[in-house]
């Protein structure tokens, strides 16, 4: 799969039904209006952003089609930082691997930094 067919499938609202008293069935969940799932999973019941005592640790989990390729971009992207990165799960077919990357970020912009600089390597196929 692409880059776009990949993150389309992330993306995708699955909307579950369950059925009241009367027996009509009523989405438990469907996509906020103006916004993903996502944004709406990431802000708290004030509407806030979660927030974050820096340092922290930090995992990102990065997808790819090479295992050697993802450590390689690890390696490339995250240079000069201390990190652990270990294998998480494959595909069933092993054409998708995982690396869970695992270091402390000191603060907000090295963390989202940190972030973008492994989505825009060409071995990464998506970051968590």
């Known amino acids: 799969m692409k880059r776009n067919a990949l993150s389309t499938f992330w993306k995708t609202s699955i909307k579950i039904k369950r059925l009241d008293r009367a027996g009509k069935s009523s989405p438990i969940w469907s996509e906020p209006q103006g916004g ?4 709406k999973n990431m802000t708290n019941e004030n509407e806030c952003k979660p927030e974050f005592a820096y340092p922290c640790l930090w995992v990102y989990k990065v997808l790819g089609r090479d295992m050697e390729l993802l450590r390689s971009a690890v390696a490339e ?3 000069g930082q201390t990190y652990s990165a270990m294998p998480s799960r494959s595909s069933k077919g092993g054409a998708y691997h995982c ?3 695992e270091m402390t970020v000191g603060n907000e912009p090295d963390r ?5 600089k ?4 060409p071995a990464v196929i998506m970051v968590l």
């Open 36 to 39: 993903s799932i996502a944004a």
């Open 77 to 79: 992207v995250l240079s």
């Open 99 to 101: 690396l869970n990357v």
């Open 112 to 116: 989202l930094g940190f972030y973008e």
């Open 118 to 121: 492994l989505r825009r390597h």
